[in-house]
């Protein structure tokens, strides 16, 4: 079997006003939490025969709050060398030329810097644990010491930014020799500080989000950066190999406390069904603790791990999930979807083309149809995809296909 692997560190000095991910304030990692993960890598890596890693993601949380002989022991042991891509996650206020060190030493070829603006009011604003003086500091240091891939992230509608800071600190972003760029507008998430800010009544113009980011859209496109996905843009060739496993829905392994991994098992004998089993999923407890006992104690038991007292919620899935699921995630993506892959794997047209919502994209100009060999716009095309414009109208389609 191949898959991807994606590491969960689920720890942050602060926890940002705008973030629902999860994660724990702390400032260290414990090193039993990264033998948790080298025990839990190595149990799916054998349980499945998985000869190395297809492409390896260190997310979080903050992954740059590991020392570097953390990062270093951590690597070595995921062996990186024979995947396609490995990126590590750091944030400015964390990150030091030591720790990009061992990352580029140990097979890291991708840093994504979490910098989010260079506004400093704005950074106060959802208190975001780095100041503007910060970000640049470390940027500078990046850009002397780091020479591999670089993906910057930027977020469009914080509070306190207006269009004009927004813009000026996107154009000084770009001077950093970045060959790619996440852009994403500010999501208000039920239940963070800043939804509960809103709902007592702070001001906040969410037109103001959507219409910031479409300045951001345009500054990168006019610089060099293309639009591959709803939030991503890259120079040529320096797409992210791991995050288009998500969208096309290939396997992956997530480990570390709180990571969801999913494999997937499309069995041609089974497709007769109406509805079948096509994959797994799982979410791993999100019981720091619980998780380190667990994955440690088995380790020095030597003991074959039975997967029903792994500490997780698991997810049978059957094909109609999976048939949404690969039109959501495509979709998102300006290469679209396979009409010859969804037949193949679902044994049934796409549904897209009698779908009413797309066939009016198609008349406003939102949608385009090519093949595999030709993308200027044949209608006998294989491949069914949104353009940039229609990428902005993908929620209204998708729940149009529930």
């Not at 400093?120 to 970000?135: E, F, G, P």
């Not at 994403?184 to 809103?198: C, D, K, M, S």
Request: proline share 3%; aromatic share 10%.
């Amino acid at each position: 079997m191949t898959s991807s692997l994606y590491v969960h560190i689920p720890f942050c000095l602060a926890k940002c006003d705008y973030c629902d991910f999860f994660s724990k304030t702390a400032g260290t990692v414990s090193d039993t939490y990264i033998t948790a993960l080298i025990n839990e890598a190595n149990y799916y890596k054998n349980k499945y025969c998985i000869p190395h890693w297809e492409t390896i993601y260190i997310g979080g949380g903050t992954p740059s709050l590991l020392s570097a002989e953390q990062i270093e022991r951590l690597l070595k042991n995921l062996s990186p060398q024979n995947s396609s891509e490995c990126t590590i996650e750091m944030n400015p206020e964390t990150l030091t030329q030591e720790k990009l060190s061992a990352a580029e030493s140990n097979g890291v070829t991708r840093l994504s810097l979490g910098i989010q603006t260079l506004s400093q009011k704005s950074l106060l604003s959802v208190h975001r644990h780095c100041s503007s003086s910060i970000a640049k500091e470390k940027l500078e240091i990046v850009k002397k010491h780091w020479k591999a891939s670089l993906n910057l992230d930027a977020i469009a509608g914080l509070p306190s930014l207006s269009d004009e800071e927004y813009i000026s600190s996107l154009e000084e972003l770009t001077q950093y020799q970045s060959d790619h760029f996440s852009l994403y507008t500010l999501t208000v998430e039920e239940g963070t500080p800043l939804y509960q800010r809103i709902e007592k009544g702070e001001d906040f113009d969410f037109d103001r989000a959507d219409r910031q980011w479409l300045l951001g859209r345009d500054l990168l496109e006019k610089k060099g950066w293309s639009q591959y996905e709803v939030s991503n843009f890259a120079k040529k060739g320096f797409e992210s190999r791991h995050n288009m496993c998500y969208w096309k829905q290939e396997n992956y392994v997530g480990i570390g406390s709180g990571a969801t991994g999913t494999l997937y098992f499309f069995n041609e004998e089974k497709k007769t069904q109406k509805d079948y089993f096509t994959g797994s999923r799982w979410t791993n407890t999100r019981n720091i603790e619980k998780y380190i006992s667990f994955w440690n104690q088995a380790q020095a038991d030597n003991s074959e791990i039975d997967e029903k007292d792994i500490p997780c919620e698991r997810e049978i899935l059957l094909s109609h999930t999976l048939e949404f699921e690969y039109l959501m995630m495509g979709l998102r993506t300006t290469e679209g979807v396979s009409k010859n892959e969804f037949l193949k794997r679902f044994k049934k047209p796409l549904p897209l083309e009698n779908n009413a919502l797309w066939k009016q994209y198609q008349k406003e100009n939102k949608c385009r149809v090519y093949s595999l060999t030709d993308r200027a716009g044949s209608s006998s095309g294989e491949h069914l995809a949104l353009t940039k414009e229609g990428l902005l109208f993908l929620n209204p389609l998708l729940r149009s296909l529930i």
